[in-house]
C-alpha cells in the first residue's frame, strides 16, 4: 500500500509539473491565440484532473480517500469557517492598510458595486474549484496523510507542488498587465514570490480538508478566495502604495499570508486536540 502511494505520487507530481510546459510548447506551435485564455493554458489546466482519474481508475488509488462526502450535518460549522477566513482576513488587511496609508479604497465609490462582481464571479469559481480541490486536496494532501508524514512536510509538499504548477502560468499564460497590477517585479520573482505565498495557503487548505474530512470547505473557501480579493486589485478597487505591495497586498503580502498560516495552525490545533487520547495535543 505504502509503495504503491509513493509511485502514483511521483507520477502524479511529474505529470502535473510538466503539463504547464506541454501547453507552452503546445501554444508555440498555435498562432493567433487570445492573451491569458489559449489551447495550452487548457491543456495546463486539465492534465491534473485527468491524471488524477487515470490513477484513481487504473493504478489502484479507488475513490474513498477523495473527500467527495460532505458531511454537511457533522461539520456544518467548517462550512461556516470556510465562507468567512478569506472575507475577514481581508478586511483585516484593509483596514490595517487604510490606517496605515498604504491602501487606497475610494475605488469602491468610483466602480461598480463590489457585491454584484463578488457573486457573479461566485458560482463559476465554485464550479472550477470543484476540479482544483479533487486534484489538490482530495487526492495530493488525501496521498500524504496516508503517508504519515509530520504536518509540516505535508504543507511543504503540497504547497510546493500546488505552487510549482502554476510556474508556466506566471511565467507564460499570465498577461502582464494583470501581474504588474499584483505585484510590479520580473516574471521569476512574481512566480517565486507566488509559490512562497501557496505554501503559506497551504497549511489553512490542508487543515481545512483534515478537520472536515471533506473537500466541499475547501472549495468554498478557495471560491470566496478567488471571486474575492482578485478582483479587488485587478479591478482596482482598491490600489497599494507603490514599494508596499509584498507587506499589505491582499493577494500577495506578508501581513495577509502570516493571517493564513495562523488560521490554519488555530484549525490544526482544534484537530489534533479532538483526535488525541483525552484531549492531549500530539506533535507531529
Same mark, same amino acid.
Not at 504503491?4 to 491565440?33: C, H, M, P, Y
Not at 499570465?174 to 505585484?183: E, F, Q, W
Not at 503580502?253 to 493571517?259: I, K, Q, R, T, V
Given at each position: 500500500?505504502?509503495?504503491?502511494?509513493?509511485?502514483?505520487?511521483?507520477?502524479?507530481?511529474?505529470?502535473?509539473?510538466?503539463?504547464?510546459?506541454?501547453?507552452?510548447?503546445?501554444?508555440?506551435?498555435?498562432?493567433?491565440?487570445?492573451?491569458?485564455?489559449?489551447?495550452?493554458?487548457?491543456?495546463?489546466?486539465?492534465?491534473?484532473?485527468?491524471?488524477?482519474?487515470?490513477?484513481?481508475?487504473?493504478?489502484?488509488?479507488?475513490?474513498?480517500?477523495?473527500?467527495?462526502?460532505?458531511?454537511?450535518?457533522?461539520?456544518?460549522?467548517?462550512?461556516?469557517?470556510?465562507?468567512?477566513?478569506?472575507?475577514?482576513?481581508?478586511?483585516?488587511?484593509?483596514?490595517?492598510?487604510?490606517?496605515?496609508?498604504?491602501?487606497?479604497?475610494?475605488?469602491?465609490?468610483?466602480?461598480?458595486?463590489?457585491?454584484?462582481?463578488?457573486?457573479?464571479?461566485?458560482?463559476?469559481?465554485?464550479?472550477?474549484?470543484?476540479?482544483?480541490?479533487?486534484?489538490?486536496?482530495?487526492?495530493?494532501?488525501?496521498?500524504?496523510?496516508?503517508?504519515?508524514?509530520? &504536518?509540516?512536510? =505535508?504543507?511543504?509538499? *503540497? /504547497?510546493?507542488? $500546488?505552487?510549482?504548477?502554476? +510556474?508556466?502560468?506566471? %511565467?507564460?499564460? !499570465?498577461?502582464?498587465?494583470?501581474?504588474?497590477?499584483?505585484?510590479?517585479?520580473?516574471?521569476?520573482?512574481?512566480?517565486?514570490?507566488?509559490?512562497?505565498?501557496?505554501?503559506?495557503?497551504?497549511?489553512?487548505?490542508?487543515?481545512?480538508?483534515?478537520?472536515?474530512?471533506?473537500?466541499w470547505p475547501c472549495i468554498i473557501m478557495?471560491?470566496?478566495?478567488?471571486?474575492?480579493?482578485?478582483?479587488?486589485?485587478? &479591478?482596482?478597487? =482598491?490600489?497599494?502604495? *507603490? /514599494?508596499?505591495? $509584498?507587506?499589505?497586498?491582499? +493577494?500577495?503580502?506578508? %501581513?495577509?499570508? !502570516?493571517?493564513?498560516?495562523?488560521?490554519?495552525?488555530?484549525?490544526?490545533?482544534?484537530?489534533?486536540?479532538?483526535?488525541?487520547?483525552?484531549?492531549?495535543?500530539?506533535?507531529?
Open positions: 500500500m505504502i509503495f504503491k502511494t509513493k509511485r502514483n505520487l511521483i507520477i502524479f507530481s511529474f505529470v502535473v509539473l510538466a503539463s504547464g510546459w506541454g501547453g507552452v510548447l503546445l501554444d508555440g506551435l498555435l498562432k493567433e491565440q487570445t492573451e491569458g485564455d489559449t489551447l495550452g493554458m487548457g491543456v495546463w489546466l486539465v492534465i491534473p484532473l485527468v491524471t488524477v482519474l487515470l490513477l484513481r481508475l487504473f493504478a489502484g488509488d479507488g475513490w474513498k480517500d477523495a473527500g467527495f462526502h460532505p458531511r454537511l450535518k457533522s461539520k456544518l460549522k467548517w462550512y461556516v469557517v470556510a465562507l468567512f477566513i478569506f472575507p475577514m482576513v481581508t478586511a483585516i488587511v484593509l483596514l490595517a492598510g487604510s490606517l496605515a496609508g498604504w491602501i487606497d479604497l475610494s475605488g469602491f465609490r468610483a466602480k461598480p458595486s463590489f457585491s454584484g462582481v463578488f457573486l457573479g464571479l461566485l458560482f463559476g469559481q465554485f464550479i472550477k474549484n470543484i476540479f482544483e480541490e479533487a486534484v489538490w486536496r482530495g487526492y495530493l494532501t488525501s496521498k500524504l496523510v496516508q503517508l504519515q508524514l509530520k &504536518d509540516w512536510l =505535508i504543507y511543504g509538499i *503540497a /504547497g510546493f507542488i $500546488w505552487g510549482a504548477w502554476h +510556474i508556466p502560468y506566471y %511565467l507564460v499564460f !499570465l498577461p502582464a498587465s494583470d501581474m504588474y497590477s499584483i505585484l510590479p517585479v520580473d516574471k521569476v520573482t512574481f512566480a517565486a514570490i507566488a509559490i512562497v505565498n501557496m505554501m503559506c495557503w497551504s497549511i489553512l487548505f490542508v487543515e481545512l480538508f483534515r478537520v472536515a474530512g471533506s473537500i478557495h471560491s470566496v478566495e478567488d471571486a474575492l480579493i482578485n478582483p479587488l486589485v485587478i &479591478d482596482g478597487y =482598491i490600489a497599494v502604495a *507603490a /514599494g508596499k505591495e $509584498w507587506i499589505i497586498s491582499p +493577494i500577495a503580502g506578508m %501581513l495577509a499570508s !502570516l493571517l493564513y498560516v495562523g488560521a490554519g495552525l488555530i484549525i490544526r490545533k482544534i484537530r489534533v486536540r479532538k483526535s488525541s487520547p483525552a484531549g492531549l495535543d500530539l506533535i507531529v
